[in-house]
């Protein structure tokens, strides 16, 4: 569409439904932590804010971290469509903590928070973005959008998104080399070049990031060990509900990858 005035026209008859979006934030150190996290967590804040479509809201679960909850009063609390939540993190592990089984190492993951964020989501869909990395304007719009084209979905999920032109992926099994690609700039980026990563036909990344489903599944997340949240939580809920179905447009910047980019 041209311009907006066009867009709302063409969507008028749409079914509108509510998005949730559910944020866990930490914003201490851990082992391959980004930096600047206070700075990056604001400006994830921000994208949320600056969505052309409205019907939304943001639930922050600051997992522990009294520094999410301070700049959430002092900056956010007055936002109507933003809620907080704060977990003890002595209702658990920490995230990654080595945790030992018959004389075996393992990763404990955390999936306590967005447990307590989607139960206290109040949209029709819901979906979830990390406190580092940035959403573009139309990113619940798309979501919107390709409801309205599988209404009878219990989940949907992009098969592309944007990593740092550095990461200079290169072409396997899931996805397509990043490398020579095309790349683009955002204004909220200074002197940074951004690629679209695109993934084969089939292919799916666990990532909640990218994934979507219908308030009314039942499948909980939970913590585990050995085998990250995510990925549990989202096997788990497609076995469940195996109604779902792929989208492809680039909407999510992944800002931060260990050991690869931090912008």
């Known amino acids: 569409m041209s311009n907006n005035k066009e867009l709302l026209k063409a969507i008028e008859n749409y079914e509108k439904p509510k998005i949730s979006v559910v944020m866990q934030v930490f914003l201490g150190d851990y082992p391959g932590a980004r930096s600047k996290p206070i700075e990056k967590f604001k400006r994830?804040?921000?994208s949320f804010q600056e969505q052309t479509y409205k019907n939304s809201e943001l639930i922050i679960?600051?997992?522990g971290c009294l520094k999410t909850q301070q700049i959430y009063q002092r900056t956010f609390q007055n936002e109507e469509n933003i809620k907080f939540i704060y977990i003890d993190k002595k209702s658990g592990l920490n995230m990654y903590e080595d945790h030992v089984i018959d004389g075996q190492t393992y990763k404990y993951y955390r999936g306590t928070a967005r447990k307590i964020g989607v139960a206290a989501a109040t949209g029709d869909l819901i979906t979830y973005m990390d406190g580092d990395d940035y959403l573009l304007p139309q990113h619940l719009l798309t979501i919107m959008l390709?409801?309205?084209?599988?209404?009878?979905?219990?989940w949907w999920i992009n098969r592309s998104w944007y990593d740092h032109a550095t990461a200079n992926w290169n072409e396997n099994d899931i996805m397509y080399s990043t490398i020579n690609a095309d790349t683009v700039e955002f204004d909220e980026f200074k002197n940074q070049k951004w690629t679209p990563v695109k993934l084969k036909e089939n292919q799916v990344i666990l990532s909640p990031w990218l994934f979507v489903h219908r308030a009314t599944c039942n499948t909980k997340w939970r913590d585990t060990i050995g085998?990250?949240?995510?990925?549990d939580f989202n096997k788990r809920l497609r076995a469940e509900y195996p109604k779902g179905f792929p989208f492809e447009r680039p909407t999510y910047i992944r800002c931060h990858y260990t050991n690869k980019w931090d912008v």
């Open 44 to 46: 994830a804040v921000k």
């Open 61 to 63: 679960v600051a997992d």
């Open 146 to 154: 390709n409801y309205n084209q599988h209404p009878d979905g219990d």
């Open 227 to 231: 085998v990250s949240e995510d990925v």
